[in-house]
């Protein structure tokens, strides 16, 4: 049985979705029969009720020199990181020079937001490629993990940090101890740490199992947060449900006794235990919706595309589509290439199925019949650019929260 990674006890994984590369491996030509694999389960540890992977390739097989994902290629998320960055600023930057520290800041998205205000900051960032685009944007990064070993260094240099951010980070780390530790140690006594990512009340609720995968390595509730800040003399204070990247939770975490702690935090953690999350049940009902939702997709694109004989494009080579094409088994028999609007992605293979990844143009230039939509996440800023593929008769094919055609 594996031991849960944050209060080590065992658990039983509910679901295994079969070997599968590492989901933001983009492959050459030349790299198409030298790919790891590694078994994808996920169990929930009913100690702490954390949701979470059993096996995690090695950090540095997924971030490096050469990670395909940068945050700014959407429109949408380069707003909402504005308006999080703005909202830090007005609540939280009232000190004299205050420090706000990133952690996972990619390619700026977010701190070029505190670098027009003037404000202090620096970005931890270890995917080197992404971070020199932050550098050249004139952020301060440093190119490393963070971990406890690193929050005393940034302090040595820097001094503690008003603010610590870290969205769609946190979930990604392993050694979650060692990061919530350098936290403790990096942030003032009265500062707020806040961090976002995807929640698992909506994962189950729209059975978004793509964003399974082996960078995700924990699918966070407020019962399991505030397990785990706990543990580290850390409390949860507040919340904030936020509707990116197919539903997210921002929390703000505060050193203990140090803020008052909103009536949100109970009344979510209250609704999540009346939902079911403490118990087995739920996630074995999961299970069998994640069958469905193959069954339903693999027998939707066969008959479009092999009976009917139409043309089936993936939009977005999304981390979270290695997902759904490997474990649905889908190659390039249903779908002809992935458009995405990533230069590091095209001329590229998805990672296992081997489906071309290819630039946009390809996708506008010759519109498919239907467009299987990976980057489902982000159907409100794809839909509003699209309508030229809707006015030639093209039609979208989702799976989350159902598989369908939108009509
Ligand atoms: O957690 C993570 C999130 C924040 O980002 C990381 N582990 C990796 C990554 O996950 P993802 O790859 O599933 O993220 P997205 O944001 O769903 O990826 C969108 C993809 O679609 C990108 O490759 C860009 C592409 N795209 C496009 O081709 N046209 C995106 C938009 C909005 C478009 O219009
Ligand atoms: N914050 C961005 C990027 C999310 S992708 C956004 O929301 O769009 C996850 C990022 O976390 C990657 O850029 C990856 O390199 C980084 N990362 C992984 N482990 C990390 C660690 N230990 N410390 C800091 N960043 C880390």
Redesign the pocket.
């Given at each position: 049985m594996p031991t849960c990674l944050i209060c080590n006890n065992n658990y039983a994984p509910f679901i295994s979705f079969g070997t599968m590369p590492i989901a933001n491996n983009f492959l050459r030509p030349d790299q198409l029969d030298e790919e790891y694999f590694f078994e994808l389960q996920v169990g929930i540890c009913l100690n702490c009720y954390m949701v979470q992977l059993v096996n995690q390739p090695s950090?540095e097989m997924?971030?490096h020199e050469d990670?395909a994902?940068y945050?700014s290629t959407s429109v949408r998320?380069v707003i909402h990181?504005k308006n999080f960055a703005e909202s830090v600023i007005k609540d939280y930057c009232k000190s004299n020079n205050p420090f706000v520290v990133?952690?996972?800041?990619?390619d700026g998205?977010?701190l070029q937001n505190f670098a027009n205000a003037g404000i202090r900051h620096l970005g931890?960032?270890?995917?080197k490629n992404?971070a020199q685009v932050a550098i050249k944007k004139g952020i301060n990064t440093i190119c490393?993990?963070?971990?406890e070993k690193l929050a005393m260094e940034i302090i040595k240099d820097n001094g503690m940090a008003d603010i610590i951010q870290?969205?769609?980070?946190l979930c990604?780390?392993p050694?979650i101890h060692s990061?919530i530790e350098g936290i403790k140690t990096l942030l003032k006594p009265d500062g707020f740490f806040i961090f976002e990512d995807p929640y698992m009340v909506d994962i189950l609720e729209k059975t978004s199992y793509d964003q399974i995968y082996d960078?995700h390595v924990f699918y966070f509730s407020i019962s399991s947060v505030k397990f785990l800040f706990e543990q580290h003399n850390m409390e949860l204070v507040d919340i904030k449900p936020l509707k990116v990247h197919g539903g997210s939770m921002r929390y703000f975490i505060a050193h203990k006794c140090k803020k008052s702690v909103s009536s949100r935090v109970k009344e979510q953690s209250d609704k999540e235990s009346g939902m079911g999350l403490h118990s087995q049940t739920i996630y074995n009902n999961f299970k069998q919706n994640v069958e469905k939702s193959k069954s339903d997709l693999i027998q939707l694109l066969k008959y479009v595309h092999l009976e009917q004989g139409k043309r089936i494009v993936g939009y977005g080579a999304t981390s979270k589509s290695t997902t759904i094409t490997n474990y649905c088994g889908i190659n390039t028999s249903l779908v002809e290439f992935i458009c995405d609007t990533t230069p590091s992605k095209q001329g590229k293979f998805n990672p296992g199925t081997h489906i071309p990844v290819k630039p946009y143009h390809e996708f506008s230039d010759n519109y498919p019949d239907y467009a299987l939509l990976f980057a489902w996440n982000h159907a409100e800023e794809i839909m509003a650019k699209e309508g030229k593929f809707h006015e030639s008769g093209g039609k979208w094919i989702t799976y989350v929260p159902k598989v369908q055609v939108l009509e």
């Open positions: 950090r997924m971030f990670y994902y945050s998320q990181f990133e952690l996972g800041s990619n998205i977010m931890i960032e270890p995917s992404v490393d993990f963070f971990d870290a969205a769609n980070v990604h780390i050694y990061v960078e």
